[in-house]
């Protein structure tokens, strides 16, 4: 059929477009079905959507994929239905148990960088690798595929080192920290972080507060070489880019399964050459990994995934029972790292960690026998921040110091009712808060935590301040707060049951 293209000023994420509802009936097409538009040698599928904005013999585009197709308002196309692709069929195999080939999974992993799985169908491969789960031929194959349907990188000259964290734990700036400690020693160090996926501030959330986080791969290449270090999105770049396609299903329902984390991480390490890779696995009550066992599981998952790659993969367990630092969401935890690097002291669970994963670093690339100790120098000697400041510039960012950092001017602050000392921080409640307050989509949004598990509060102190850009915004999340309430001090009652007062 011959569709008039209709040019929708909105730009989607998913590949939709609009027809006339008695066109699609004509056509044979229903609600998930597929259309291929095709302009001469270009061509492109879409799930049309039925819709009365289009007249009969138009087709409404989004104008990200008008400029993809390189058709303009008025042109005329070519569309026909095409069939559901293979891959939902190995989706099914896996739903229902089965292990995938490695040709069904690079088939599954293509379709989901070309996409042409509907969210719905990517949601049921994300939710199978959670049910099912995955063997390790499988994951191998699954990164394999991540890394090789995208861009790599390799650097000519210099040791190539990377760290990466599962996340989980809210308020973990630490990557801002170590990259620049890192880089300052000389080594190349190439960062691709993820947005937020179950926490309410990704890596690359928090450092696009300071600069900007969408490099190119020539890009990153050109700053590390030049730097040291980059710190970047790496969904914006060609780089696995499947992974940032799945992290986006998995954000609204808090999901990480573990052969995606695994696949997800090591792709991104692996595709930058990375020879030497610390994983950083948060251990603790609310975190991805509630204890030990399952981290020492975690690790030699890691261990053994980077041996099959040809990476040399050490795993720190670190801490993860509470938030790292006192700042949770984008530019109030920007604003902790770079007053920390500032004044050369800070929060001991932010510095002690990133201290910590840079000195495992250097110890893996043979620069020092004591990592520890020689990160802890260099950032005590200033060089982390000169160097932070450095990848800041290259990376195009304007800010030179923490108090430059706008946060949200909606405000609020729960104070302790009784004396007492604080007996939890709980993660998932604070994260909850956070993204109530409207973290990570609101820079300025988040929680300051006034006081930490095993600190002593007298009544009237602080506990923690909710920061929103926006009113109604701040409301949610004090209402949030009220219902879950993310810190317990010794002696507080948590519930009523039941709830109603006896007269
Ligand atoms: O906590 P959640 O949101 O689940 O995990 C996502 C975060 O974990 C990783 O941290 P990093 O890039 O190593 O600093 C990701 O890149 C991302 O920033
Ligand atoms: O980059 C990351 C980090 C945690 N989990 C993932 O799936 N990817």
């Known amino acids: 059929m011959i569709f008039k293209v209709r040019l929708i000023p909105v730009k989607m994420n998913e590949f939709y477009g609009f027809a006339n509802e008695e066109d699609l009936k004509e056509i044979g097409i229903i609600h998930g079905d597929r259309l291929k538009l095709v302009k001469g040698s270009k061509s492109i599928t879409i799930f049309p959507q039925p819709s009365q904005i289009v007249a009969r013999g138009e087709i ?3 104008i990200n994929i008008a400029e993809e197709l390189k058709v303009k308002d008025g042109e005329e196309i070519k569309a026909f239905p095409i069939s559901r692709p293979k891959s939902v069929e190995y989706i099914r195999k896996k739903l229902s148990g089965k292990k995938l080939s490695k040709d069904e999974i690079y088939e599954i992993i293509e379709d989901i960088v070309n996409n042409s799985l509907s969210e719905i169908e990517l949601t049921a491969f994300v939710v199978s690798n959670y049910l ?6 499988e994951i191998e194959w699954m990164t394999r595929a991540m890394i090789e349907t995208g861009e790599t990188i390799s650097f000519e000259k210099g040791i190539v ?7 989980g734990v809210p308020g973990n700036k630490i990557s801002l920290i170590i990259v620049p400690t890192v880089a300052s020693a000389g080594l190349l160090i190439p960062k691709t972080a993820s947005r937020a996926i179950t926490s309410a501030s990704g890596t690359a959330d928090t450092m696009e507060v300071l600069a900007n986080v969408n490099l190119s791969v020539e890009e990153i290449k050109e700053i590390t070489e030049r730097v040291g270090g ?3 999105w790496g969904g914006a770049t060609n780089i696995a880019p499947a992974d940032d396609k799945i992290i986006r299903v998995e954000y609204p329902l808090s999901l990480d399964p573990k052969p995606q984390l695994l696949a997800s991480v090591m792709a991104k390490k692996g595709a930058v050459g990375a020879k030497h890779v610390v994983i950083d696995i948060p251990v603790g009550e609310g975190a991805k990994i509630s204890d030990m066992k399952r981290g020492r599981e975690l690790s030699s998952d890691f261990v053994e995934l980077g041996r099959r790659l040809g990476l040399n993969v050490t795993c720190a367990i670190t801490y993860g029972g509470q938030p790292i630092g006192r700042a949770v969401g984008p530019a109030l935890e920007a604003k902790e790292a770079l007053k920390a690097m500032e004044e050369r002291k800070g929060s ?6 990133s ?4 000195g495992i670093l250097f110890e893996m690339a043979g620069i ?4 520890y100790e020689y990160a802890k120098e260099l950032f005590m000697k200033g060089k982390t921040h000169e160097k932070f400041l450095e990848i800041v510039e290259a990376q195009g960012g304007e800010i030179r110091r923490s108090e430059e950092i706008m946060v949200g001017e909606n405000t609020h602050t729960f104070t302790a009712s009784f004396e007492g000392a604080v007996v939890a921080v709980r993660n998932k409640a604070i994260v909850k808060i956070a993204r109530a307050a409207g973290a ?7 929680i300051v935590i006034h006081k930490k598990k095993g600190e002593v509060v007298k009544k009237g102190d602080p506990l923690f301040t909710i920061y929103a850009e926006k009113d109604w915004k701040l409301q949610n999340a004090v209402e949030t707060a009220r219902s879950d309430f993310p810190i317990i001090v010794s002696g507080m009652i948590l519930d009523r049951y039941p709830s109603f007062k006896v007269m």
């Open 60 to 62: 409404g585009i989004p």
């Open 132 to 137: 099912v789960g995955m063997d390790f031929d």
């Open 161 to 167: 080192v990377d760290k990466h964290s599962i996340g």
């Open 230 to 232: 980059v710190i970047a």
């Open 348 to 353: 001991s669970s932010l510095l002690e960690k």
């Open 355 to 358: 201290f910590g994963i840079a």
């Open 368 to 371: 020092a026998m004591n990592g």
């Open 440 to 446: 990570p989509k609101d820079k300025g949004a988040g």
